[in-house]
């Protein structure tokens, strides 16, 4: 395929790194001279971007490892810890404690910038020199000696993004939840497992972006609903079975037979459910007490 003729500076042009067509506009350049520092009366003006926005975006990620974490020491106790930095890799850590103390001071790293060397050179030499967290937690931790970007929690494990969390395992985004496992961006819930987007609710299963929910499984979209089942799109319902309101003891009938520790029953409900949600019309997205938002 032949290249668009694209050229590097402003307007429409080529990613350095794959080729990608994207656009600087005028505002962008005006936002950039906006943005640009100003040193002891020189202006260090931020140069227009040469990499596509997707690109930038995975430079921007690419430091930040959330999921693998490597058996290490502490460089300052010595005991051993998990860590977010691979033995290969040269960047010094302390464990929570450590870090946390008074017993190293981050200050005594300070060093002049040299204005004749390039800043992020600089940069990287000064983050390679002082000591990092062994895994990025915060607050008063209990018995947590497996989560990562995670605070103020207790007997949880592998809970990444969490924070508030108690008796939680495998979670990513979890805040303020008690006994919640395999989950994606739950908050205040308790008693979920397989939920995703779910706020405020208690005892789901397999269920996606439930508010106030209550003994339900399978259900999307669904606000101050209790005991349903394959339901999408329902608001204070109860005994509902595939959007069908049904009796207390004829939702009791239906359900009673249905093993949810069965993973064939798990892929026939997924299933079901995905046939329910297309005669569903969602919203464009989900957002709370929010004005003058987009995107
Ligand atoms: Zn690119
Ligand atoms: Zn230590």
């Known amino acids: 395929m032949q290249k668009p003729n694209l050229r590097q500076g402003s307007g429409r042009q080529a990613c350095a790194h794959c080729s990608a067509p994207f656009e600087v506009t005028p505002e962008d350049l005006a936002f950039y001279d906006q943005v640009s520092p100003v040193i002891r009366g020189t202006k260090y003006a931020i140069p227009a971007p040469s990499l596509c926005p997707d690109c930038r975006q995975q430079r921007r990620l690419a430091f930040c490892n959330e999921f693998n974490l490597y058996p290490g020491t502490c460089g300052l106790c010595r005991k051993r810890t998990l860590s977010q930095f691979p033995q290969s890799s040269s960047v010094p850590y302390y464990c929570h404690e450590c870090w946390h103390s008074d017993k190293w001071n981050a200050l005594s790293y300070g060093r002049e910038i040299d204005f004749t060397r390039p800043f992020f050179e600089q940069l990287t030499a000064l983050k390679r020199s002082v000591p990092s967290l062994a895994l990025d937690v915060q607050g008063e931790l209990q018995n947590c000696d497996y989560i990562h970007y995670a605070g103020s929690s207790k007997n949880s494990y592998l809970i990444m993004h969490a924070d508030f969390c108690e008796d939680c395992m495998y979670g990513y985004g979890f805040k303020h939840n008690r006994s919640c496992v395999d989950g994606f961006y739950n908050l205040q819930c308790e008693l979920l497992y397989d939920c995703v987007d779910c706020h405020g609710s208690y005892g ?92």
Request: aromatic residues 10%.
């Open 204 to 295: 789901l299963t397999h269920c996606q972006d439930c508010i106030n929910c209550h003994s339900g499984a399978f259900l999307r979209d669904c606000i101050g609903c209790k005991s349903c089942f394959l339901c999408t799109g329902l608001r204070n319902k109860e005994y509902c079975f595939e959007n069908e309101q049904l009796t207390k003891e004829e939702y009791r009938e239906r359900t009673q037979g249905i093993d949810l520790q069965s993973f064939k029953t798990y892929q026939e409900c997924r299933a079901r459910r995905r046939e329910i949600e297309k005669k569903h019309t969602f919203k464009e997205f989900h957002g709370h007490n929010t004005e003058n938002c987009a995107g």
